[in-house]
């Protein structure tokens, strides 16, 4: 059974088409990249996944729990689906600890000191156990990031979902993000990252889906996909990133 | 001639004015309290609430600051009874100064709510998090810290408004001036000492705001209230 399982899903903003009969079926601990051009759907297709946005058509199945164009059990799906954006978005009131301890303490009901070992476990595989105490405005823009991982991780979920989350850093920060992200990987995370990286999709993505106006246009393994692409519309996309 | 000030009579009956004063202290402090409860709920029901419950509050917002706080005093004073309900003077004022609260800091919390960037929302829901959490825990405190000088500004304005519910002689600080000042004729003296004790009230009131913004807001504590810093400014420079 697929660790997320999205079938023939429609999306409009107003008359606007969006995603057009997107479907992918993503297995336990594999790494998606999803790549395309600004504005092919990328983003909107992750928060469909995890409700964000509402589709019109289709479905998206993740741990038992379906949302379609009605609706579904949104909170029980996004309890095992984690997203990290591309604007950290901390809480800026919140010490990392206290990020990091919300959502455990107030969705799932653990209790402080259960909340706090999940936290340190978790900060610790980003790297920053150390600044449990510190606020976001007091971290640079990657610690930002890989707190905001950490804070996804701590809910335990059985998908990850990243929405560029290297694109509004500095390119040295870039690195540590990434590595935390590989890092993930390679304990099993089930990821699907969109991704301008190319390299980084090549290298640690298993699949790599290229979408293009709304559609998954090509897909394949990474190696394979970027090796030999079969559309012309991957061809351009990715002839840039080869030079 | 100069007018001579005599403070012997006013003095006299200073026991009135600190009743007046409590009095005052009391009725502010639980309209404040009504008020602000009010305000959260209805900022709340605006913008989380299904629409039918934001257009009624709105409706309530709208009555309440587009009529002055004497009518609506009047209206719950003298209104009341005809449907039964009898009040003493100082629960209709708390009522009416709550009511009245209560919309103002309604659309101040709102400004406060609707402050805060859809990705801080949209990052609490992806956590799992309920509306009605991600509003408590994620969003109140940002949108408090935004609007809070416009928030604490309009509790001294209650608290200074309290002085309309001598009108109905209610016992609150501006009624036990006007008594006093019926006994002693001594216009001036009273009113003098009423001021002054409003302003010791505000002071103290303000300085309470402050200390709670510190606490909230442990991230970014708000300036102190400027006339206690000016009066520490003060007390240091003669020291
Ligand atoms: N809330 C919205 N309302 C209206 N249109 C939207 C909204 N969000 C996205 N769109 C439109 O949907 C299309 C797909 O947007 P989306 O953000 O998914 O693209 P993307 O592939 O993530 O692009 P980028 O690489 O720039 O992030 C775009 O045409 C965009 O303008
Ligand atoms: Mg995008």
């Known amino acids: 059974m697929p660790a997320l ?38 983003s909107t297709m992750l928060r469909c996944i995890n409700g964000l946005e509402k589709i ?62 999940i936290a340190h476990d978790v900060l610790r595989r980003v790297g920053l156990a150390e600044k449990s105490g510190a606020y976001a405005d007091e971290l640079s823009g990657g610690q930002q990031q890989r707190v905001a991982i950490a804070r996804s991780l701590a809910m335990q979920p059985k998908v990850m979902l990243f929405d560029e989350v290297t694109s509004a850093l500095d390119p040295e920060l870039t690195g540590e993000v990434l590595k935390t992200m590989e890092e993930l990987a390679d304990a ?7 991704t301008h990286e190319m390299g980084f999709a090549r290298q640690v993505a298993d699949r790599t889906v290229f979408m293009h106006k709304g559609k998954v246009w090509e897909q394949g393994p990474s190696e394979e996909l970027f090796a030999n692409p079969q559309t012309p519309e991957l061809r351009n996309f990715i002839a840039p990133s080869l030079k | 001639m100069a007018y001579q000030m005599n403070f012997t009579p006013v003095m006299a009956l ?74 003493s003077a100082n629960m209709a004022a708390i009522i009416a100064i709550a009511l009245n609260l209560g ?19 949209e990052a609490g829901l992806a956590l799992g998090l309920s509306r009605l959490q991600v509003v408590r825990y994620v969003v109140i405190i940002p949108a408090l810290q935004i609007i809070y000088p416009a928030l604490t500004g309009q509790l001294t304005l209650t608290l200074l408004g309290s002085s309309i519910a001598s009108a109905i002689s209610a016992t609150e600080l501006t009624a036990a001036g006007a008594r006093i000042e019926s006994t002693t004729f001594r216009s001036l003296e009273t009113f003098l000492c009423v001021a002054v004790i409003y302003i010791a009230m505000t002071f103290a009131f303000r300085f309470v705001y402050w200390r709670i913004g510190m606490w909230l807001f442990r991230r970014k504590a708000p300036p102190k209230p400027s006339l206690i810093a000016d009066a520490i400014e003060v007390s240091r420079a003669g020291a």
């Not at chain 1, 099993?188 to 969109?194: A, K, N, Q, R, S």
């Not at chain 2, 009874?81 to 009040?87: E, T």
């Not at chain 2, 919309?103 to 929302?121: H, K, N, V």
């Open chain 1, 5 to 42: 399982h999205i079938s023939e899903i429609k999306k409009y903003f107003g008359a606007l088409l969006v995603l057009d009969g997107v479907s992918l079926d993503i297995e336990p601990s594999e790494v998606v990249a999803v790549i395309g051009r600004s504005g092919s759907g990328k």
């Open chain 2, 103 to 121: 919309a103002y800091s309604t659309e101040i919390l709102r400004a406060g709510l609707q402050a805060i960037p859809r990705t801080q929302i």
């Open chain 2, 14 to 87: 200073a026991p009135q004015l600190v009743e007046g004063a409590l009095n005052t202290l009391i009725l502010s402090g639980q309209a404040i309290v009504a008020g602000l409860a009010i305000g959260v709920v209805g900022a709340v029901s605006r913008t989380e609430g299904p629409r039918w419950l934001d257009r009624a509050v709105g409706v309530y917002v709208e009555l309440f600051r587009n009529t002055p706080l004497l009518v609506q005093l009047f209206l719950i004073f003298f209104g009341l009874p005809y449907v039964g309900v009898r009040l």
């Open chain 1, 56 to 117: 019109q058509a289709g479905l998206i199945e993740v741990a038992g729990h379906r949302i379609g164009p009605q609706g579904g059990d949104l909170r029980s799906l996004r309890k095992e689906v984690g997203m990290v954006f591309q604007s950290y978005n901390l809480f800026p009131h919140l010490t990392v600890m206290e990020n990091v301890t919300l959502a455990p303490k107030v969705v799932k009901g653990v209790d402080r000191k259960e909340a706090e070992a």
């Open chain 1, 188 to 194: 099993g995370m089930t990821m699907v990252l969109v």
